[in-house]
């Protein structure tokens, strides 16, 4: 569960921005939208959708997760010495340029909230913390400071951690964090932590997953069911889906490709199996007709790569991060999906959805509570700004936010000039 997330000079971040899952005042849909679990006193919200015109920052808050994702799963053990964290101040001001990016989330995993953070730049860590709140009571449970005048860094730990903590701060590189490296060397007491941001925080761009992971469900007959409901409900005529798997062939590659580029696409591919997927579409007259995936339409493709990770995530209470969420999707399918989390039955374990997009058919308090809407813009020195629309006190059930939106009363739209050839 995802309680709160900071994040500072990042890409066109500069000053701290947040984005909060906490609800805030007002009891509309509090049934169905939000949500209280037994670690903080403060109910949290099940979605939040964030507006904002092309270029004001919405993605660059979605990669910012992705990023510490990235970083927390992989920093001890894909990123060797000397390899770079791909982590990109903003650059507009000669002061934040030279200066660490930063980065807080603040979850609940197994019962407990943590608040955990780093700063970093392209070529180290600069600092590392870690505070636990078992029943309410904050802990620290390790900090890390690097000193710019001897080059080193100043851990502090507490009793409250235990294990080999000489060991693991001797393993941690400077572009590793102590988290990812203690995990990895066997800390049973850090693994909630590492494990929350490597199974239950789930991202995704634009281009969202692809086919393979729902293909591969359908091999389970009750997963299987389960996505076909789902297609059917949603109005996809779909009936029935066929999937087959085979071994690579290196016959299929080209023959004008140089060997060496086959030799290594063979390598690679030796123990993949490669999927065939076909969708099965009843005619007219009542008989089964098979369809290539790839002839199916792009929006059919999209809300079917869609389903298997959708399904998961209601289904285990996960976090789930959705950039452009509307991309080849009709807005009353972006309307069904996110309404699968506002439902007790579709989503009885709390997962949470926050996503990004320009479909404001359901920016309305039909769809939301006014506390989960959030809009995004460029300020006159390129500086992304996060604001919630809970700033603007919206009346309750007699404002349409829609319009109000298009209108600029919220502003996050795009400035357009006329233009003459």
Not at 66 to 94: C, H, W, Y
């Amino acid at each position: 569960m995802l309680i709160e997330f900071r994040v500072k000079n990042y890409r066109s971040i500069k000053d701290e921005q947040v984005l909060s899952m906490v609800k805030s005042k007002g009891d509309e849909k509090e049934y169905s939208h939000t949500f209280a679990p037994d670690s903080i006193n403060a109910p949290l919200l099940r979605s939040s959708v964030i507006y904002g015109a092309n270029a004001a920052g919405k993605s660059n808050l979605i990669k910012a997760l992705m990023k510490v994702e990235s970083i927390v799963r992989n920093s001890a053990s894909k990123i060797q010495e000397g390899d770079t964290l791909s982590v990109t101040p903003f650059l507009f001001n000669e002061l934040t340029a030279k200066q660490p990016s930063e980065f807080e989330v603040v979850f609940i995993t197994e019962g407990i909230r943590y608040q955990y953070g780093f700063s970093a730049s392209q070529h180290q860590i600069f600092e590392e913390w870690l505070y636990a709140f078992p029943k309410g009571r904050a802990q620290r449970w390790f900090s890390r400071v690097f000193d710019e005048k001897n080059q080193s860094y100043d851990y502090k730990f507490s009793d409250f951690l235990t294990g080999n903590k000489s060991i693991w701060q001797a393993a941690t590189r400077r572009n590793a964090l102590f988290l990812s490296t203690a995990v990895q060397l066997n800390s049973d007491q850090l693994k909630p932590v590492f494990n929350w941001f490597r199974e239950k925080l789930r991202t995704s761009n634009v281009s969202g997953w692809d086919s393979s992971y729902t293909a591969i469900q359908c091999k389970d007959n009750n997963k299987k069911e389960k996505i076909l409901e789902l297609l059917q409900s949603a109005d996809f005529n779909i009936h029935d889906i066929d999937i087959k798997t085979e071994k690579f062939d290196p016959s299929s590659i080209p023959d004008d490709f140089p060997e060496e580029i086959k030799k290594k696409i063979t390598d690679d591919m030796r123990d993949h199996e490669l999927l065939d997927i076909r969708t099965i579409h009843k005619t007219d007259s009542g008989t089964l007709m098979p369809l290539d995936f790839e002839d199916e339409s792009d929006g059919t493709q999209k809300f079917f790569s869609f389903a298997g990770p959708w399904l998961d995530i209601l289904e285990k209470g996960y976090v789930l991060v959705v950039d452009e969420l509307h991309d080849n999707l009709h807005p009353k399918m972006v309307k069904y999906l996110v309404e699968l989390f506002h439902s007790n039955e579709t989503n009885p374990n709390n997962a949470q959805l926050i996503f990004t997009t320009h479909d404001t058919s359901i920016l309305s308090q039909e769809v939301f509570r006014r506390d989960q809407i959030w809009f995004c813009e460029k300020d006159q020195s390129q500086e992304t700004v996060l604001y919630p629309l809970s700033d603007f006190s919206p009346k309750k059930d007699r404002e349409n936010i829609e319009l109000g939106y298009l209108s600029g009363r919220y502003g996050a739209l795009p400035f357009i000039k006329p233009f003459v050839i």
